[in-house]
């Protein structure tokens, strides 16, 4: 969805969500959202009744949700989907990211909210565990569609979104991509190993 679709109120939850991945929670301000999403003033009281509690979660959701669309995304890239090209594709999107808008863009909100819990309140906590939750899930079942066993892939994959999360920070703090890169490289061939090969 472009600028251009979304009405004020989605483009608030879009700005938040983009806000607090470079800045976090505390130093993200509801006027700073507003001026970012050219948004109306007044309408912040009126589509955020819960005041910036309620934008910062519904800003982790809406970032568990595009996480988790994006491994359908993923998946119709590949001619031949196998766990290490899945999590090559997903690390894929924070390289080619830092590579072209720098690391100032920031890592995950909901990595970011989480960081931030001592400013968040305890319903961010719980926005930002179901966010990783909802991403998890159709990793795990991508997984298991490529021959992982059931036992195996929501271990996997939360290793996978683990490992992901880890090194957007180390990339970050280096302003180096080579996080990314040794962990694509490293977790790749454990993955591949877990899924049983289909006749």
Excluded at 9 to 14: A, C, I, L, S, T
Excluded at 33 to 51: E, N
Excluded at 73 to 90: W, Y
Aim: net charge neutral; aromatic share 6%.
């Amino acid at each position: 969805m472009t600028d251009k679709e979304r009405g004020p109120r989605e483009r608030m939850v879009f700005s938040a969500a983009q806000l607090i991945r470079r800045d976090g929670v505390a130093a993200t301000g509801m006027r700073d959202v507003v001026a970012h999403a050219r948004a109306p003033r007044g309408s912040l009281r009126h589509y955020f009744p819960g005041g910036k509690e309620q934008l910062v979660n519904e800003a982790v959701d809406w970032a568990g949700r595009y996480a988790a669309g994006r491994v359908a995304r993923f998946l119709a890239g590949m001619p031949e989907p196998s766990p290490s090209r899945l999590f090559a594709a997903m690390a894929a999107q924070w390289i080619d990211e830092y590579g072209s808008a720098g690391f100032e863009a920031g890592g995950c909100p909901v990595a970011a909210a989480t960081v931030d819990c001592s400013e968040a309140a305890e319903s961010t906590r719980e926005a930002a565990a179901a966010a990783f939750a909802r991403w998890t899930a159709p990793v795990a079942r991508a997984l298991a569609d490529m021959g992982v066993p059931a036992a195996r892939a929501e271990p996997l994959a939360t290793l996978m979104i683990s490992a992901l999360e880890g090194a957007i920070l180390i990339a970050r703090a280096e302003r180096d991509v080579r996080a990314l890169t040794t962990v694509t490289r490293e977790l790749g061939p454990l993955l591949d190993a877990a899924a049983t090969p289909r006749s």
